[in-house]
């Protein structure tokens, strides 16, 4: 009988590996590598990259500048992304919200999370024009997409019996909300905020691409001019500061997940 539960798991597990590897084989055919195309490519990339260096830092000021305008875009993106976040988690949660208020909430956030935030951003500069506040409000609606998401994940997974022993000695939704579901969900949503505001740093830079302000507006002015050097002054700067704050939320998170 042991045997033979072995050699069902071989079994299964065999499937599973062919199963994968089908999947990856289809999926290579799909997207018609040619390695002798890879092969050649190589000494094109190569010249490519060479006129990125070396840096300009005549431009340094500029990329600075550039940068802190990223920066408030980013703070300001999270945050009020963050806070419309909050009543769509709790209506997306299914242990705080009836299930037809959870599937509208659902749908709101996988609508939401299918615009690419380059169409968010063309779609806000078309409304207030080119510049910062276009890109301010495509992270608000981007950051929507995933921190409702996570918010609703961690509603979710609050210890039920903490909320039962509330309700057991009477307390109200509010209390139950203020001492049970608080407490335990704060210090994730801290985390996943955090996290939010640094990835958005990043993906402001590439709202520039359609003029929505920041740093990345002036690193594709400037390749777009074929000044090269100066886009590299670019992006050295956003690496130092991305990394800086990565650096920093990271250690932050660390000491909210010990609260």
């Known amino acids: 009988m042991k045997n033979l539960a072995n050699l069902y798991q071989w079994v299964k597990y065999l499937l599973i590996f062919i199963v994968v590897v089908a999947v990856y084989t289809w999926s ?91 169409i968010l951003g063309l779609i806000f500069v078309a409304a207030t024009g080119l510049g910062a506040p276009a890109g301010t409000l495509a992270l608000s609606i981007y950051t929507i997409g995933y921190l409702a998401k996570f918010y609703q994940q961690a509603i979710e997974a609050v210890d039920s019996r903490s909320l039962e022993s509330l309700q057991v000695i009477g307390a109200s939704k509010l209390q139950i909300a203020q001492y049970g579901i608080l407490p335990q969900v704060l210090p994730l949503a801290l985390g996943y905020t955090l996290w939010m505001f640094e990835y958005n740093i990043r993906a402001a830079s590439v709202l520039g691409v359609v003029g929505a302000g920041g740093i990345g507006f002036q690193l594709k002015s400037y390749i777009d001019g074929f000044e090269y050097t100066k886009a590299t002054t670019m992006m050295l700067v956003l690496l130092v500061v991305v990394t800086l704050i990565d650096a920093l939320s990271s250690k932050l998170r660390q000491r909210l997940e010990q609260i």
């Open 28 to 118: 290579l055919q799909g997207i018609k590598v040619d390695t002798q195309v890879m092969q050649d490519s190589w000494q094109y990339v190569t010249k490519f990259l060479a006129d990125f260096f070396p840096p300009n830092w005549e431009v340094l000021d500029i990329a600075v500048k550039a940068l802190i305008e990223t920066i408030q875009m980013s703070l300001w993106g999270t945050t009020i992304g963050a806070i419309l976040s909050i009543p769509i988690a709790i209506a997306s949660a299914r242990n705080t919200a009836p299930i037809w208020l959870r599937w509208i909430a659902n749908f709101l956030q996988n609508a939401v999370r299918s615009v690419p935030s380059i």
